[in-house]
């Protein structure tokens, strides 16, 4: 395989659980990557609507899955309550390839996955499908914005938008070692995955002038959600993936570095 980010720093700061394949392709390409998590994915626990959702799951015929954890979080969850869940009685609709993978991983068939991995691009295509029989729910971050999703609720015959994992900033604690390796490095290249990764960034670094700190850096997102958190800060990423996905990302920063020369 060509190396083509030997000698490049890359910062990760995906969650831990999530960035052990990425890591790996990266470094298959020649980056030194520094693992720094900057948010945590945290179990939504001790709440009433959420159990009493997931326990009455019969209700619903359609599930939309907005990311891995929704699945993986989900499923603990019906396993928790010990709940009967039949996947044959649901229309399945997962958002991205890393989610299909997911929900295929343990068994569950996807019925749909929008072309894009956006909720624009989701209710746009849903469009086509008559939804007035669907009873959605759709289990996800607690950072979710349910707006999104409005139109939906006005296409179907009922929605139920309901948070069943958080992701909260990680324990600077946990990262000093990391931490000094940031600021003692020269980093060629910054990966955020989400705005929260990117905010927790900033809280654990301690950073006042965001648009000052990576005025001379290179950073990669992964898709627009993520690009519009960097642009509130009049921050422009140099690299963003047409398929927003983490292989997809790779891939775009393998052929940026590939068509570009870089002085270390």
């Known amino acids: 395989m060509e190396k083509v980010l ?7 700061t995906r ?51 907005t990311s891995e954890n929704a699945v993986k979080y989900f499923l603990k969850k019906i396993d928790d309550l010990n709940v009967n869940f039949e996947q044959k009685d649901f229309f399945v609709i997962s958002i991205g390839s890393k989610t299909s993978q997911v929900c295929e ?15 624009d691009v989701l209710i746009k295509e849903l469009k086509g499908i008559d939804l ?28 139920v938008i309901i948070p069943i994992y958080d992701n909260v900033v990680n324990d600077v604690i946990n990262l000093e070692t990391e931490i000094k390796q940031i600021n003692s490095s020269n980093i060629d290249l910054f990966i955020f995955t989400s705005p929260s990764t990117f905010n927790g960034f900033l809280e654990i670094m301690k950073i006042e002038n965001p648009k000052d700190y990576f005025a001379d ?9 993520t690009e519009k958190a960097l642009n509130d800060f009049d921050i422009n990423p140099d690299i963003i993936p047409n398929d927003f996905s983490m292989n997809h990302l790779i891939e775009t920063i393998k052929k940026y570095y590939s068509e570009k020369s870089f002085v270390n």
Request: proline letters at 4%.
């Open 15 to 65: 969650a831990k659980d999530q960035s052990v394949e990425s890591i790996k392709s990266l470094e298959e390409l020649g980056a030194n990557v520094i693992s720094f998590p900057t948010i945590k994915i945290v179990e939504i626990t001790n709440t009433e609507l959420l159990d009493k959702t997931i326990k009455n799951i019969s209700e619903f015929n359609t599930i939309i899955f």
């Open 217 to 225: 850096k290179k950073v990669a997102v992964i898709g627009p959600v």
């Open 6 to 12: 030997e000698n490049i720093n890359i910062v990760l």
């Open 132 to 159: 007035s029989n669907k009873k959605i729910i759709i289990p996800c971050s607690k950072l979710t914005k349910q707006d999104q999703y409005k139109e939906l609720g006005n296409l179907a015959e009922k929605l």
């Open 105 to 119: 991983e343990n068994n569950i068939l996807t019925n749909l996955q929008p072309s894009k991995a956006t909720s």
